[in-house]
Nanobody, 122 residues
Framework: QVRLVESGGGLVQAGGSLRLSCAAS????????MGWYRQAPGKQRELVAR???????NYADSVKGRFTISRDNAKNTVYLQMNSLKPEDTAVYYC????????????????WGQGTQVTVSS
């Protein structure tokens, strides 16, 4: 019923920038929050940044001052601008949306995108 499509990953040199996008589509009534998580090889998935419907944001300490999350509510899209990238930012980045469906407005669900690879070379 809901699909999250991510784009914008790739290979970049240390110090470079990338912008990730994630568009949600389907029978969506409202989106409570959207966020980006990442998972590096051999590590657990971790929160990178999250933004609520009221535009409250929170970031992992490791990306504060370098990454910026934003959203376009009209397009059900969230963005992650990543600047000053470091090799340790290399991971698969996953989009997450916590939302309500038009068919079940009393319940919130969590959906994940398929992931996009970000590789930062030193």
């Amino acid at each position: 019923q809901v699909r999250l499509v991510e784009s914008g990953g790739g290979l970049v040199q240390a110090g470079g920038s990338l912008r990730l996008s994630c568009a949600a589509s389907g029978s969506i009534l409202s989106i409570n929050a959207m966020g980006w998580y990442r998972q590096a090889p051999g590590k657990q998935r971790e929160l990178v940044a999250r933004i609520t419907s009221g535009n409250t944001t929170n970031y992992a300490d490791s990306v504060k001052g370098r990454f910026t999350i934003s959203r376009d509510n009209a397009k059900n899209t969230v963005y992650l601008q990543m600047n000053s990238l470091k090799p340790e930012d290399t991971a698969v980045y996953y989009c997450n949306a916590n939302l309500k469906l038009s068919t079940t407005p009393w319940t919130s669900y969590s959906y994940w995108g398929q992931g996009t690879q970000v590789t930062v070379s030193s």
